[in-house]
């Protein structure tokens, strides 16, 4: 594994994206879904990403997390500059340092809910038993402390993506990245879910960024923007009463 810790800067911001740019080639036509996004994320904050269908959310979130590099611009993860790192530092960085919670959940449908939440930190050499039994507190704390040993296909949607989110915060990443984690979900399966993600974030302090298309669920946030035109926006909640 690399050492994440050998040249991060101190500095007040968790991470800063600066001048994001990325496209992609879609027949003869260039599509450019980042055009200049700058974003900074304080340790702590639950961030709200909006904007329509289509903008790029999901590739925003990937480049922060460092899933994909952009074309051009620099994100800085405690003032480390993780798009100038190789593939090694990267697969650690995204199995210690941020937690992926997925609309349709990416469970493994042969595994149990407690496999399912323990991989991370297998991938990330922790020792099996002390494995099992994170991935069983977490489970737990997120009221599942019943279905521990049902696989995919006998959990409903809002269980589901419990387990997913278990799983992300197993190896107590600075950074959770939720793309559209409701998206699946009914109105109360919805609330309940993002209920837990602020309890979580409250109780753990792990920065959580969440992209969405609903505005009720961008209002629970403390702070929320909107990606439009390939750059990143401020939003006065207030806009959504």
């Known amino acids: 594994m690399s050492n994440l810790n050998s040249k991060e800067i101190i ?5 800063e994206a600066t001048n994001l740019h990325k496209s992609y ?17 304080m340790a702590g904050e639950m961030l709200g990403i909006i904007g329509a ?38 697969e650690s960085f995204r199995n210690q340092r941020v937690g992926f919670v997925f609309q349709f959940f990416n469970l493994l449908s042969d595994f149990t809910a407690l496999e399912n939440a323990m991989f991370p ?21 997120v009221g599942l402390k019943d279905r521990l040993h049902h ?23 600075d950074l959770i990245l939720a793309d559209e984690p409701t998206g699946n979900l009914d109105q109360r399966a919805s609330d309940s879910l993002i209920e837990l993600i602020q309890s979580l974030n409250h109780k753990l302090q792990q920065t959580v960024v969440i992209v969405t298309h ?19 926006n401020p939003v006065e909640k207030s806009a959504f009463v």
């Open 53 to 90: 269908s289509g903008v790029g959310k999901s590739t925003l979130l990937h480049v922060l997390g460092g899933l994909d590099n952009p074309e051009k611009g620099q994100v800085l993860f405690r003032g480390d500059d993780i798009c100038s790192k190789g593939s090694e530092y990267l």
């Open 121 to 141: 930190a297998l991938i990330g050499r922790v020792e099996k038993r002390e494995a099992r039994e994170l991935a069983e507190e977490l489970l737990v704390q």
């Open 11 to 15: 500095t007040p911001h968790l991470l």
């Open 25 to 41: 080639k879609i027949s003869s036509q260039l599509l450019h879904v980042l055009s200049g996004a700058s974003l900074q994320l």
């Open 214 to 232: 609903s505005q009720r669920i961008a209002l629970k946030m403390n702070r929320v923007v909107e990606l439009v035109g390939g750059v990143i």
């Open 151 to 173: 696989k995919p296909g006998e959990l409903s949607g809002g269980e589901s993506q419990r387990v997913a989110l278990a799983r992300s915060f197993i190896n107590k990443p």
